[in-house]
């Protein structure tokens, strides 16, 4: 008996350490998790109990409302323009920032956005952006150019939308190839420079190679970002005009919380995650097929 019970208490005592660890990610992401998976199946305006509908409300996503997939479609336009974009800036940054003097300075600088309210960051480029008085167009109206309505017109909503988060996010990625950047040893910079490389040959030979993991987990981390952002949209355009900035996560918070449809909204970001899953994991396998180890 006294086996017994020290080998369960050598069993149970690593998980005691570990639950102040565990236990949030059960509370805040397991349990909502499932309970959004069973709402989903269920017709729910928070008024009334909820009613059981089994599959309805994926068939209405997936099969009678447009506006679902035109969500889908600007989502992955954002997450992917997000990534191409955010991705290279924030690597020359860092190469420039490693070449210079005062490295920690500038890191401080551009990671000041990642903890600046969003709130704030939307209304500081709403004044930058604003089609009459927005410092953009006057600089643009000094060179005799017309500045159209940034965030206003469908033409120009999402690439001013992307290019804001790609600014707010940008501090994150720096640091992360900074970090790269030293890990790098200086010999090998040497002995290229010793053989006639330059610069351009340097950066395509050693420094990118050097960099594959630290590209794999921006790659990943950015694409995921992007596919979920919300509040930073929702406070620049909510969605418009004309919804050509209104991304899935926008929607479901909308179908939840405007139209009271708790159902829908479930099994939209059910739909969503299950997205972000399967382009993740696929990701990562071709990544790894290339020679990086995600490990």
């Known amino acids: ?13 690593p998980w005691l350490f570990l639950a102040p660890a565990l236990l949030p990610g059960v509370v805040f992401f397991l349990l909502p998790g ?57 690597l020359g940054i860092a190469w420039a920032i490693a070449a210079s003097h005062g490295k920690a300075f500038w890191r401080v600088i551009y990671w000041l956005p990642m903890v600046t309210n969003a709130v704030a960051i939307a209304y500081a480029w709403q004044f930058v952006l604003d089609p009459a008085d927005g410092i953009l167009n006057r600089l643009l109206g000094l060179l005799g150019l017309g500045g159209p309505d940034w965030l206003g017109s469908p033409a120009t909503a999402m690439l001013s939308v992307v290019a804001i988060a790609t600014w707010a996010s940008l501090g994150h990625n720096i640091l992360l190839f900074s970090a790269g950047l030293e890990e790098i040893d200086e010999r090998l910079y040497e002995a290229a420079e010793i053989d006639g490389a330059g610069p351009w040959r340097m950066l395509w030979s050693i420094t990118l190679p050097m960099l594959r993991p630290t590209l794999l987990f921006t790659s990943v981390t950015s694409l995921i970002s992007g596919l979920g952002s919300f509040a930073l949209i929702l406070l620049l355009t909510n969605g418009g005009p004309e919804g050509s900035t209104n991304v899935t996560a926008l929607y479901f918070y909308q179908m939840a919380f405007e139209h009271l449809r708790m159902g829908r909204a479930s099994a939209a970001a059910l739909v969503l995650f299950a997205l972000i899953l399967v382009l993740t994991l696929i990701q990562l396998r071709l990544l790894r097929e290339g020679g990086v180890d995600a490990d």
Do not use: C, Q
């Open 1 to 13: 008996m006294r086996r017994g019970a020290a080998a369960w208490n050598r069993r149970l005592t």
């Open 34 to 90: 499932l309970i959004a998976l069973v709402l989903s199946f269920t017709s729910w305006n928070l008024l009334s109990p909820p009613r059981w509908v089994g599959l309805a409300n994926y068939a209405y996503l997936l099969g009678t409302d447009p506006v679902f997939y035109r969500t889908l479609l600007n989502t992955f336009v954002f997450a992917i323009g997000t990534a191409l974009l955010g991705i290279p800036l924030a």
